[in-house]
């Protein structure tokens, strides 16, 4: 069931770069997995309700950066330097005020329908 709503995926070149946003509370622990074809769903940054705690995996770090806006129940994704390891579908994810395991996609009680990444050699 799709319970959130993510955008801004698409094709882009070795380098370039995308956003990715995500509609979500603004009182909620939010998360961008990505899984790709044949693979399991990969835990990719978080974000604390208030903004003042980031999280990422290690693939990613120095690359990509989750932001919010709570005015505007957004969580973002900004992708930098993408790869072609970055293709995958993202999924949003969001929980309560805290979460056991915030890489853990059984932390979460909400998901969107995912948006494709493609990124090309």
């Known amino acids: 069931q799709v319970q959130l709503v993510e955008s801004g995926g698409g094709l882009v070149q070795a380098g370039g770069s995308l956003r990715l946003s995500c509609a979500a509370s603004?009182?909620?622990?939010s998360s961008w997995f990505r899984q790709a074809p044949g693979k399991d769903r990969e835990f990719v940054a978080a974000?604390?309700?208030?903004?003042?705690?980031?999280y990422y995996a290690d693939s990613v770090k120095g690359r990509f950066t989750i932001s919010r806006d709570n005015a505007k129940n957004t969580v973002y994704l900004q992708m930098n330097s993408l790869k072609p390891e970055d293709t995958a579908v993202y999924y949003c994810?969001?929980?309560?005020?805290?979460?056991?395991?915030?890489?853990?996609?059984?932390?979460?009680?909400?998901w969107g329908q995912g948006t494709q990444v493609t990124v090309s050699s």
């Open positions: 974000i604390h309700w208030s903004g003042l705690s980031t």
């Open positions: 603004a009182r909620t622990f």
């Open positions: 994810a969001a929980a309560g005020y805290r979460v056991s395991d915030y890489r853990s996609h059984n932390a979460y009680d909400y």
